[in-house]
């Protein structure tokens, strides 16, 4: 199984910038894929990004240009960097992988809060 770990979730003012690290330990060699999803209070979880092995990516209309999603595979790795934030940014934010037999795999989530 996979085990993920994200970190760098914290508070920022509205306009600046932060970057999500997750690292993914076990059997992440399988993975085809990885991504952020994200939960405000009150909504349902979204999709934010994801990224394929062979770095195929996709992003929600609501980030696009604002955030960037990549990964290194050596380190089994993917990071969000996110810039403009927005109040309405302010979510639990969630790794994901996804194994070659569609099993999705989720890390515990990282709180980013964007206020003045």
């Known amino acids: 199984q996979v085990q993920l770990v994200e970190s760098g979730g914290g508070l920022v003012q509205p306009g600046g910038s932060l970057r999500l690290s997750c690292g993914a330990s076990?059997?992440?060699?399988?993975?085809?894929?990885m991504g952020w999803y994200r939960q405000a209070p009150g909504k349902q979880r979204e999709l934010v990004a994801a990224?394929?092995?062979?770095?195929?990516?996709n992003y929600a209309d609501t980030v696009k240009g604002r955030f960037t999603i990549s990964r290194d595979n050596a380190k089994n790795t993917v990071y969000l960097q996110m810039s403009g934030l927005k109040p309405e940014d302010t979510a639990d934010y969630y790794c994901t992988s996804v194994d070659d037999y569609g099993m999705l795999y989720w890390g515990k989530g990282t709180l980013v809060t964007v206020s003045s």
């Open positions: 990224i394929t092995h062979g770095g195929r990516i």
């Open positions: 076990g059997n992440s060699e399988s993975s085809k894929g």
